[in-house]
């Protein structure tokens, strides 16, 4: 039996923003074939982590490996092969054909920009995946949010590195996109070939239902592990400062969050007649 591929590795990792702790003291591994959702609070350091592991950004303290070997000693041709990270937002400053944008995940595999007919098979196949083949000669400036988040999807897709890092994917979608994408993902992590996928979100009902594993960052503290381990009420109550309570049963069990602060004040109104 073949141990696990270890594709991320943090120790002792620290992050700040503006002398403002993020988070410290985060040992973290990930293995190919699973997904990884990490959720927590605005501000809570999701998107700089993982600028931090895509080496966008450099930690406080700590360490990251990506199979196993420093980032810092990494070459960036080899480094885009490691890992690729898919933005919040995106911003294009002209226009270009939603295929030519997609077809720039491939740089990373040949080092050149061209209109090799392979190049462009693996982006209509990449469009494909995310349900926007109908769009391949459409201007990048034309789309929706959701569609243009879907094409830098699709130009990750061509990168193929084998670690994919996603920041809220599913922003800007609608419901059926959200599960489309988050479907994709879960799909991705459990292919044949060693892959992970990380990916930030603020839905815990999507997470628990098509990820393997939770980082979850709560201030000074996380928690991660197996997604049963992770998300439980105690914990999400005192990251989250909700009360919440499951309906239903596993695997069609949810997740319902109360406000206190509203379950405050509608306790406090009914205690005036």
Known sequence: MTSPTMLLQTSQLALQAQGRSLLSKLD???????????????????????????????????????AGAPMASIPPARLALLRGLL?????????????????????ARSSQWGDA????????????????AHLADADLLTLSGGERQRVALATLLTQAPDLLLLDEPTSHQDIAAQLAVMHLLSELASADRPRAVVASCHDINLAQRFATHVLLLGGDRHWHGPVSDVLRQAVL??????DFRMVGS??????VAQSRKL?????????IY
């Open 250 to 255: 596993h695997p069609e069990c949810v997740w």
């Open 117 to 132: 007919a392979d190049d462009r098979l693996h982006a209509l196949q990449a469009l494909e995946q995310v349900g926007l």
């Open 237 to 242: 109550e005192q990251v989250f400062d909700c």
């Open 28 to 66: 973290w591994q990930v293995e190919a074939g699973q997904f990884w959702c990490v959720l927590g609070p605005n501000g809570a350091g999701k998107s700089s982590l993982l600028h931090a592991v895509a080496g966008l950004a450099r930690p406080a303290q700590g360490t990251i490996r990506l």
């Open 263 to 271: 379950h405050v004040e509608k306790k406090s109104h009914r205690s």
């Open 87 to 107: 933005l919040q937002h995106q911003h294009d400053a002209f226009s270009l054909p939603v295929l030519d944008a997609v077809m720039a995940g491939r740089f």
